[in-house]
């Protein structure tokens, strides 16, 4: 059982074309998405990450491996929080069919999830074999504005002269700015001194992966998103703003010096230069993405006589749609 929606009034403030024609392979991947999202709500609210994770990236594992076609993990996620992960190098799918690569986040916001609070999702992306970047890095400094500041926002500027420059650039006074800054000690600085300028700082401990989506999505709540958040995840931003619009950059921020020297395996272009989307997603991109607890773009799975309803996103071909599809018990 399924509904299909397009994005409407009451998530977005623009309406999006009709929803997407996907193909077989796309729907695949949703279906992945959905099932780490479901295998991991026995753990919401029961404190304990790690549990969850397991739980999301086992599901999601299973799910891949009837993907029809090659697979293999380019960028998954786990080393840095000695968390589960599907491996970097891991192969998926039935054999049978295109190959691809894959990026994906069985559960990001694991704290959230833990917790029982808002903001846990999984996501993955796909493109062709060459599409997608990889790093050995954890973490990197990053920067998501709207189309509009696509010209005159620059990772190594100050965040005054960047936010005063995505201001003129939306037309709007800075105090009407509202951004995302993920709220860790390093970030201490930053968020100071974006709120003296009268912005809006929504300070989250986890999830820039959707926090980037509500800047890039058409009327998304959020101006932008600034400062230092995981590395592996920037690959799933960019596919996101290949596939909407809108800037992304990216550049090593290593926070010690072990992760130093794992980033000397790269080339000093791509060790110490500002990366771009075209740089970490190099071909078209496919997003899944399905909500594990409640956010301001996806609702948390809820439960009917079929089973459970999953609310999730769908980005390919340049466009976006909501999907509530009803995923039976296993």
Same mark, same amino acid.
């Given at each position: 059982m399924s509904t299909r929606e397009p994005v409407g009034p009451t998530a977005l403030a623009c309406v999006a074309p009709s929803p997407l024609q996907l193909d077989g392979f796309a729907w695949s991947l949703l279906a992945a998405t959905e099932a780490a999202a479901a295998a991991a709500q026995p753990w919401v609210g029961r404190g304990d990450p790690k549990a969850a994770d397991r739980a999301a990236v086992a599901a999601m594992r299973e799910a891949l491996g009837g993907v029809p076609g090659r697979g293999v993990v380019v960028v998954g996620e786990g080393e840095k929080d000695d968390a589960p992960m599907l491996y970097a190098g891991e192969e998926l799918g039935t054999g049978d069919g295109p190959a691809f690569e894959i990026a994906a986040d069985p559960l990001e916001g694991t704290t959230?999830? =833990? $917790?029982? %609070?808002?903001? =846990?999702?999984a996501i993955l992306a796909a493109s062709e074999p060459g599409g997608l970047w990889s790093t050995p890095g954890y973490y990197a400094d990053k920067l998501v504005v709207p189309e509009q500041a696509a010209d005159v926002v620059d990772l190594g500027a100050p965040i005054e002269d960047n936010l005063l420059a995505l201001a003129r650039a939306l037309g709007k006074p800075p105090d009407r700015l509202e951004i995302a800054i993920l709220a860790k000690p390093r970030h201490e600085g930053l968020i100071r001194r974006a709120r003296a300028l009268g912005v809006r700082v929504h300070a989250m401990p986890d999830g820039d992966v959707l926090a980037a989506l509500r800047v890039l999505l058409p009327g998304g709540d959020l101006d932008g998103v600034f400062g230092v958040g995981g590395a592996p $995840?920037?690959?799933l931003v960019a596919c996101a703003t290949k596939v909407l619009s809108g800037t992304f950059l990216f550049r090593h921020a290593p926070a010690s010096d072990a992760e130093a020297g794992l980033l000397e395996q790269l080339p000093p272009a791509e060790r110490f230069a500002t990366l771009a989307t075209d740089d970490l997603a190099r071909g078209p991109a496919v997003v899944a993405a399905s909500g594990v607890t409640m956010s301001e773009l996806l609702d948390r799975p809820r439960a009917t006589r079929a089973g459970l309803e999953v609310s &999730? !996103?769908? !980005? =390919? &071909?340049? %466009?976006?749609a909501f999907v509530r599809r009803v995923v039976a018990p296993a």
């Open positions: 959230y999830c =833990a $917790e029982g %609070r808002p903001g =846990a999702i $995840e920037g690959v &999730s !996103l769908v !980005l =390919a &071909s340049g %466009r976006a």
